[in-house]
Each structure stands twice: as C-alpha cells, then as structure tokens.
C-alpha cells in the first residue's frame, strides 16, 4: 500500500505564498510514465476534487490546471521522493484541503485515475 503525507498548508492572507509538500512511501516506480498530482477540495464540495496540477515522476514534464496557470508550480525530488506544489499570488478561492494523489499512467485532470491518495492539508487564504 502506497502512503501519501501532505504538509506545509495553513492560512496565508490573499497575495502570499504556499509550498505544499507531498512524501510519498513508494521507492520502486515500476510504471513508466507514473504520474503524481495534486487536487483541491473546496469548503461544501465534499463530493468533488478539482484538478490543480500534475507530474510524471521520470521526466518531470508537467501539466496545470488552467485555473491556476501562471500562479502554480509542481515539481519533484527523485531523492527524496517528494512532490511539491508552489502556489503564489494566493486568492480566497483557492481555499480548499489540498490532495495528493498518484499512480496514474499518464498526466490526467480525472481523480479517478490516480489510485492513491494522502489525507490532505488545509490551504485557508484570507482576503
């Protein structure tokens, strides 16, 4: 089983700056390409996650949501077999539990790709 640990969120006053980090316990990537990304999950969307960014874990090429293009940066220590998710110029709407998730087999938007997932960390952006 793949374990997922999320930290670095909190609350942040509109226009600051967040970098999630997301361990995962996975050390072998069998699968190539193997893909890692990140969802959100707004305050009364319990039953939707919202696509933010996505990577391949071998070649790091990357692909983010519209949404937050321009102000969202993923990326990833094969070292340390991190993933990191940098948000700036942070907006009241980017409130939301933020997701780790991986094990697609390509940079996909849809949750349902991605068999596992961590158990979030809460980004509060104040206006």
């Known amino acids: 089983q793949v374990q997922l640990v999320e930290s670095g969120g909190g609350l942040v006053q509109a226009g600051g700056s967040l970098r999630l980090s997301c361990v995962t316990s996975q050390r072998i990537f069998t699968a190539d390409p193997y893909a890692m990304g990140w969802f959100r999950q707004a305050p009364g969307k319990e039953r939707e996650r919202e696509f933010v960014?996505?990577?391949?874990?071998?070649?790091?090429?990357?692909y983010v949501a519209d949404s937050v293009k321009g102000r969202v940066t993923i990326s990833r220590d094969k070292v340390n077999y991190r993933v990191y998710l940098q948000m700036n110029d942070l907006r009241p709407e980017d409130t939301a539990v933020y997701y780790c998730?991986?094990?697609?087999?390509?940079?996909?938007?849809?949750?349902?790709?991605?068999?596992?997932w961590g158990q979030g960390t809460q980004v509060t952006v104040s206006s």
């Open positions: 998730e991986n094990g697609a087999d390509h940079l996909s938007p849809v949750e349902t790709r991605y068999p596992y």
């Open positions: 960014a996505a990577i391949y874990w071998m070649s790091g090429h990357t």
